[in-house]
C-alpha cells in the first residue's frame, strides 16, 4: 500500500516511476495504490523490501505487509453488494 503526492508535475513523475518500479518488480495491482507480489521465502520477501524502499521517491508512504498463502486465500473480496472470488494465488514453485 503507498500513498504518493501527485500535486506537481515532478511529484507525478515520481509516482510514475515508482508505479512502474513497482510492475517491473514483478508487482499486481489489486486495487488503486494496492499492490501485491509472491515471495517464496522470507528472505526472498525481505530483498523486495530494500527494493521498494530503494525506489521510494521523497515525501512517499509505502506500507508493506506479509501474509501467507493461506491467508491471502481467506480474503474476501466484494464487487458491489455482490461477492466476487478472490485472484488467483500465484503459481507454487515446486524444487525437488
Do not use: H, W
Request: positive net charge; hydrophobic residues 40%.
Amino acid at each position: 500500500m503507498f500513498d504518493l503526492p501527485v500535486d506537481s508535475k515532478e511529484a507525478r513523475r515520481e509516482y510514475v516511476r515508482f508505479r512502474n518500479a513497482l510492475l517491473g518488480e514483478g508487482f499486481t495491482m489489486l486495487q488503486f495504490s494496492v499492490y501485491a507480489r509472491y515471495c517464496a521465502s522470507e528472505e526472498a520477501a525481505a530483498a523486495y523490501r530494500r527494493r521498494v524502499r530503494g525506489a521510494l521517491p521523497p515525501g512517499g508512504q509505502v506500507r508493506i505487509l506479509g501474509v501467507t498463502d493461506r491467508q491471502f486465500g481467506k480474503m474476501e473480496v466484494f464487487q458491489g453488494k455482490k461477492r466476487k472470488g478472490a485472484e488467483e494465488p500465484p503459481p507454487q514453485l515446486m524444487l525437488f
